[in-house]
């Protein structure tokens, strides 16, 4: 924990270099020091079989406290407000998740590009607008559910624009977005399909244009998306039980699939190309590819079990191939595992993992793969509402930076006027967050759903905690940097709105009170609390200056706690 010494009269004034110097050697101590064995009891979780119930969600409390809907907001959405927080405890979990899952999207990605004018030629060959694209949304969409699914979505089903070499190409990644925001609460199935079919994922994962094979020069199909398709996007490396575990022979791990299947899968993926030949407007970044008779692979096509006939067509064959994929068992534990690690805790427990596999591969009305059901499953389940959860040693995640940079300018906010979202990447892990949408360095995202630091007691425990992947002591000292920067001084024309707070600003027991319930869901211990009061105390309040000075301080402060950092 941090030492009151540590923040005891530091913090003067926010605007000058010197002083917010000042203020990073205060919350130094909240690193990777203070946060590492916090995320440790955080990402635990039971790593042993168990049986596989009937899916039953939580029943709904008669009444949600504050800080049960701010960790309920907290894992549902990209950021939650004061008036976000206070108007769902009048009303109900099934109700927040009715209507989130029921709104309409308000804009599509594309769309956004087109009507602020981002298609035009000077744009064709560059990635204007797409940072832009991806901050309006996730900050400034009221469909905040949908943004957090379909990230979690896009976490696994990936493709960044930096391996992405295409003309029109913030243009081709909306139209990838889109295919996953429309689906993040329809049929995986379909979702599959739709994303499948994009120009940007036959580029990044080099299947379009991909030939049959020649028998003459010995030339095969490429099978990068082949393989892709399975070890990342649907069944992974090992056969799985409906809760997750590994099914094992002779103590070893059960491969899913071999070589052989990729070769045979690879064949279905051959022909795809452009819908059409104009490269002056970005639409063909927009049309679903189609495949050319002449260079799709014409023989049998034999994978995980399956056959496609001879002679069958490069659409038929897509179709047939995506269903049996699709059908296959480890589909259900794999997808929802992901999700919820995504959404809740590392370390889900076997049976929660079980319970909402089963949604997945029955809706309860004979529906396999319905993500509005699989998400209702997964924020209504009993591991992910247990108020004892917040002080167990086996439940949590790392906050994905992202997503704090998304909470304070919700919690806060945050708009554009303009519709210019200056935030720009964010990926630079040295001034930055070390993490920004749609840029992951490859096909394996930022991090990796089984990573574990290595040589760690995380590590010893046989636990996993992913976003550890990007966390160092650097990238830690580089996020409180930055984010002092935006709630200082904003994005452009984004900036906080901290007049609420300003009224608390002379009592700051009240101010750090009322930022624990909003941005961590009262789980910042009342020690850390005390020692973040008197920092904030030896900032003068008597001046209009001085008290935005604390409110500043204080948001920096509980956003560079670990228990902040770490989402229980």
């Known amino acids: 924990m941090i030492e009151a010494s540590a923040v005891q009269g530091e913090m003067v004034d926010l605007h000058d270099d010197q002083s917010a110097t000042s203020l990073l050697s205060s919350v ?12 440790l009891e955080a990402c635990g979780g039971d790593s042993g079989s168990a049986a596989v119930p009937t899916a039953t969600p939580t ?19 990209t950021g939650a407000s004061k008036a976000d927080i206070t108007s769902l405890t009048s009303s109900t979990y099934a109700a927040w998740l009715d209507t989130q899952i029921g709104m309409a999207r308000p804009i599509k990605f594309w769309d956004f590009l087109a009507n602020n004018g981002y298609n035009v030629a000077a744009n064709k060959f560059g990635q204007t607008g797409f940072d832009t694209m991806m901050w309006s949304q996730l900050i400034g969409s009221p469909d905040t559910l949908r943004q957090r699914v379909g990230f979690a979505l896009h976490s696994m089903v990936i493709v960044s624009i930096g391996g992405t070499p295409s003309s029109w190409l ?28 994009t120009v940007v994922m036959g580029i990044f994962l080099t299947f379009m244009n991909n030939v049959k094979g020649n028998p003459v020069t010995g030339a095969v199909p490429d099978e990068n998306f082949a393989r892709e398709l399975m070890q990342l996007f649907t069944i992974g490396l090992y056969q799985l039980n409906m809760d997750g575990t590994q099914v094992l022979s002779g103590g070893k791990p059960v491969e899913t699939y071999t070589q052989a299947d990729v070769s045979g899968l690879a064949r279905v993926w051959t022909g795809w190309t452009y819908a059409n030949t104009d490269e002056t407007i970005p639409d063909r970044m927009r049309l679903p590819m189609i495949n050319i008779a002449a260079k799709h692979e014409s023989g049998t096509k034999v994978f995980l079990g399956t056959t496609i006939p001879a002679n069958t067509d490069g659409p038929t064959s897509k179709k047939l191939a995506l269903d049996a994929i699709f059908a296959h068992a ?29 949604i997945f591969a029955n809706n309860g009305n004979g529906v396999r793969g319905d993500l509005a059901a699989v998400v209702r499953a997964i924020l209504t389940d009993t591991e992910a509402r247990n108020a004892a959860n917040v002080t167990s040693t086996s439940f949590g995640k790392l ?9 304070w300018a919700r919690a806060f906010g945050v708009k554009s006027a303009t519709n210019t979202w200056k935030f720009g990447s964010t990926v630079d892990a040295n001034n930055r967050l070390g993490e920004s949408p749609g840029r992951a360095p490859s096909v394996f995202n930022f991090f990796r759903p089984g990573y574990t630091p290595p040589g760690s007691g995380i590590a010893a425990q046989g636990l996993i905690a ?30 906080g709105d901290y007049t609420a707070l300003l009224t608390l600003a002379t009592d700051s027991q009240a101010l750090l009170n009322e930022l624990n319930l909003v941005l ?49």
């Open 330 to 358: 480890n589909v259900p534990p794999f997808v929802s595992k992901q999700l919820i690690q995504h959404l809740v805790t590392s370390n889900p427990s076997p049976a929660y993992v079980g319970r909402v596999a089963a």
């Open 170 to 197: 913030s243009q081709g990644m909306a139209a990838y977005f889109d295919a996953i925001w429309d689906n993040a609460f329809g049929n995986f199935r379909t979702l599959l399909d739709d994303v499948a079919g």
């Open 399 to 407: 906050r994905e930076p992202i997503f704090r940079l998304t909470q």
């Open 28 to 39: 130094q101590a909240l690193g990777i020091a203070a946060l590492a064995p916090l995320a």
């Open 466 to 495: 992913p976003e550890f992947q990007i966390t160092t002591e650097p990238t830690v000292v580089a996020y409180i940097n930055y984010m002092q920067e935006l709630i200082v001084g904003g994005a452009g024309d984004s900036q």
């Open 59 to 77: 029943p709904t409390p008669v009444a949600i406290t504050g800080a049960e809907a701010s960790r309920f907001l907290a894992q549902a959405t």
């Open 520 to 568: 961590a869901a009262n789980q910042i211990s009342a020690t850390t609390i005390a020692a973040l009061k008197t920092g904030i105390d030896s900032i003068s309040a008597t001046t209009a200056a001085g008290q935005l000075n604390r409110v500043q301080a204080a948001i920096i402060l509980v956003m560079a706690a670990p228990e902040y950092l770490v989402l229980k």
